[in-house]
């Protein structure tokens, strides 16, 4: 069974994870509005990968390449 990304990630809270990702960017001066902004992006991102990772698990994939009818693989 595959595990998803995020299941692998350590266990902070989506605060915490936003303000890592921000930390990382130290030295780089944010208004607060532009920190905001920037946390409120990072959210619908990562929201966003959720639901991709949900749709992934539960969609049919076809695993080999289809042909069309009539040519020969």
């Given amino acids: ?9 350590s266990p902070l ?3 915490e994870k936003i303000a890592h990702r921000l ?3 130290q030295g780089v001066h944010f208004s607060p509005a ?3 902004s920037i946390a ?3 959210e619908d991102l990562d929201r966003i990968v959720a639901e991709l ?5 539960d969609a ?6 289809a042909q069309p009818s009539g ?3």
């Fill in 13 to 15: 809270k989506d605060s």
């Fill in 34 to 36: 532009d920190l905001e």
């Fill in 71 to 73: 040519k020969k693989a």
């Fill in 60 to 65: 049919p994939w076809i695993s080999l390449q």
């Fill in 1 to 9: 069974m595959r595990t998803c990304r995020r299941e692998k990630e």
């Fill in 40 to 42: 409120a992006e990072i």
């Fill in 53 to 57: 990772e949900e749709f992934g698990r």
């Fill in 23 to 25: 930390l990382l960017l």
